[in-house]
T-cell receptor
Framework: GQSLEQPSEVTAVEGAIVQINCTYQTSGFYGLSWYQQHDGGAPTFLSYNALDGLEETGRFSSFLSRSDSYGYLLLQELQMKDSASYFCAYHPGANNLFFGTGTRLTVIP | DTGVSQDPRHKITKRGQNVTFRCDPISEHNRLYWYRQTLGQGPEFLTYFQNEAQLEKSRLLSDRFSAERPKGSFSTLEIQRTEQGDSAMYLC???????????????FGPGTRLTVL
């Protein structure tokens, strides 16, 4: 079957570092994507990992281990505007996405 | 091009009525997707087009739902005989085909929030 697990909520302090983990189970896998969604807004693409290792984009980094069916999103130098829901989503094929239920990140002063 | 646009942004309808939503993708994108999202959940895949061809439909897409992309540009999603359970955010996304071994990066529109009374 297909499944994705990520924590439902995370709270972190402004300026700190937070890691959001994601584990998945799927028969087909083309890569793992991360999306940010603010309340009432659309999901916004953050990063994509097709191969094992770390991808860095500014304050955000994403990691993938295909052998462990595991990935994480790392947010550094947290800002209040980073408070949002973060979704990991895997590509079971080249042209579709399967989303998890999301992690709600709350950044506190 | 500023991104994916959707119209209307909000729709309130009575149970049993038909509704139609429109999505305009990023102009050079050949792939278009429809998703449904309810509160506290991630987007759920509904259907996917490559150019004008509808290549995949989720089991979530009942017979009351139909989608078209007649000229490979904009797309419409119609829901017939709406039910209260159809209340959700309907999201459209588009992508440029990345290749046979790489997942597409999908760019989402702002969504249409449907409320069925």
């Amino acid at each position: 079957g297909q499944s994705l697990e990520q924590p439902s909520e995370v709270t972190a302090v402004e300026g700190a570092i937070v890691q959001i983990n994601c584990t998945y189970q799927t028969s087909g896998f083309y890569g793992l994507s991360w999306y940010q969604q603010h309340d009432g807004g659309a999901p916004t693409f953050l990063s994509y990992n097709a191969l094992d290792g770390l991808e860095e984009t500014g304050r955000f980094s994403s990691f993938l281990s295909r052998s462990d069916s595991y990935g994480y999103l790392l947010l550094q130098e947290l800002q209040m505007k980073d408070s949002a829901s973060y979704f990991c989503a895997y590509h079971p094929g080249a042209n579709n996405l399967f989303f998890g239920t999301g992690t709600r990140l709350t950044v506190i002063p | 091009d500023t991104g994916v646009s959707q119209d209307p942004r909000h729709k309130i309808t009575k149970r049993g009525q038909n509704v139609t939503f429109r999505c305009d993708p990023i102009s050079e994108h050949n792939r278009l997707y429809w998703y449904r999202q309810t509160l506290g959940q991630g987007p759920e895949f509904l259907t996917y087009f490559q150019n004008e061809a509808q290549l995949e439909k989720s089991r979530l897409l009942s017979d009351r739902f139909s989608a078209e992309r007649p000229k490979g540009s904009f797309s419409t999603l119609e829901i017939q005989r709406t039910e209260q359970g159809d209340s959700a955010m309907y999201l459209c996304a588009s992508s440029l085909e990345a290749g046979p071994t790489r997942g597409d990066t999908q760019y989402f529109g702002p969504g249409t929030r449907l409320t069925v009374l």
